[in-house]
């Protein structure tokens, strides 16, 4: 017998199931990574989330809608020379006490390369931050809601002191747009950064029980949570982006462009 | 229900799948620090050298397998003595890692952010960036996990200052001659722009033992076009 086997055979029986709990919940962090991953690597322009439905949350919760994706768009006229690759770093994933739902933070440093209309590339660098919550279904982790939050989006050869693309939609955003969207906590040399999203605490199930609470994120900055943007605004961006996450009517939107 | 004794089996297993987890992952990173520095020993030593069917491919170098032909590699691919000027630090980030219910294999996919420098003589070193993907299977071998197929996919090698658009001069490798043991190189698709990025390598999925067709997996494109 092995030193393991031993040891697992000394575990009171009544401790058996606490000990395995708290396996799960270490091999779940592990399967949160994975699924974190496969998302990056799935990530592109031409598919966004055709690949990656398959580990999203089929129904998050009782009586909470179903992950809502708006249909695909066009973003770019050719695949040719267009790249985009974030690897994704920094993980901190916080798996609840009861091993059924997660809250994950880390950031993508990457590049891009944005041909729209099939002119020359722009090399660009890419940074941003990735909020993540899942969800244990039917004993597979799944994907509940994650959101691409920009801290620079620069034209290679400028820096991002001198220069901050727009998210890619067609027609394209304006800068209130942007500003508005995935560049709200961008990198900006005028102004002072804030301190979003904020990762996950050990006891973020216990400040907000609720998967869809977005509390924890904002937790360094209170008052960005009902710094909302205009509704009419929200609605023309969405029309325009990419793709979007959400959970429903009664979360708060998530949103994804690239 | 699960009997006691089912119960401390399955804990079992996933002990060793967490111990397999970390193994791997500390592993690989050992593998990139000791290629990064350049000790062809200390690569090898992670390497299974054991098995027959052992094979190594970077980008565009050709595919090895077999010991004989990693170790003909490995001295022709890292130096004896580190160069002045040179640098060669590839990272490794964004794991995706598979361990079989069996825990006798395991698969894991990296994404590998890069910079390095390039000397050359009588100028200045040239920096650059060098991204790729590491795909790899592992075995357990005795008590000890080994690297067993290795494939580094280059995303992109280029001019630090000029950038991966302006720059392809250092997507593909030089007009060198290659070890006698090469054999074609299996996938090279490195960013240019003129080209378009595809879904390999794939990515490892849940499953039960390694099969003759897990070694598929890494040229197995999943992405619908």
Known sequence: ?258 | MATTEEKRESIYRKMKKLQAYREVENLMGRCVFAFNYHQKAGVLSYLAMEEPDISVELADEGLYVGPDAVREYADWKIPDEPQVGELTDVHISCPIIEVAEDGLTAKGLWLCPGEGALPHEGEDPQAIWMWGTLAADFKLIGEEWKIWHLHYFRLMKCDYQKGWVKDTSLENKLNASMPRSAKPTTYHNPYTPYTIRDGIPGIPHPYQSYEESDKEWMLHNEKAF
């Open chain 1, 1 to 258: 017998m092995d030193i393991l086997r031993e040891e697992i055979a000394a575990i009171p029986e009544e401790e058996l199931d606490a000990f395995e709990l708290e396996l799960d919940r270490l091999l779940g962090a592990y399967d949160c990574i994975n699924i974190i991953g496969i998302g990056t690597w799935y990530h592109d322009d031409q598919h966004p989330g055709e690949l990656q439905k398959n580990y999203d949350a089929a129904k998050p919760g009782e009586e909470r809608p179903a992950f809502i994706r708006i249909p695909d768009k066009v973003v770019i006229d050719s695949l040719e020379g267009n790249s985009l690759m974030q690897p994704r770093h920094t993980n901190i994933i916080q798996v609840s006490e009861d091993g059924t739902k997660a809250r994950a933070l880390n950031t993508g440093f990457g590049y891009e390369a944005l041909s729209k209309y099939r002119e020359t590339p722009m090399a660009i660098y890419s940074v941003g931050i990735v909020p993540w919550e899942f969800v244990k279904e039917d004993g597979e982790w799944r994907r509940l809601s994650g959101g691409w939050q920009r801290v620079i989006k620069a034209n290679q050869e400028k820096g991002w002191v001198y220069d901050m693309q727009h998210t890619n939609t067609r027609p394209p955003l304006s800068d209130e747009e942007d500003a508005n969207f995935l560049g709200k906590y961008a990198y900006r040399r005028d102004r002072a950064r804030k301190p979003l999203p904020a990762p996950p605490d050990r006891d973020t199930f216990e400040q907000f029980p609720d998967l869809g609470d977005d509390g924890w994120k904002f937790k360094y900055a209170p008052e960005e949570r009902d710094n909302k943007t205009d509704e009419s605004v929200t609605a023309k961006i969405r029309e325009k982006s990419v793709v979007v996450l959400s959970l429903g009517s009664d979360f708060k939107k998530e949103e994804n462009g690239r």
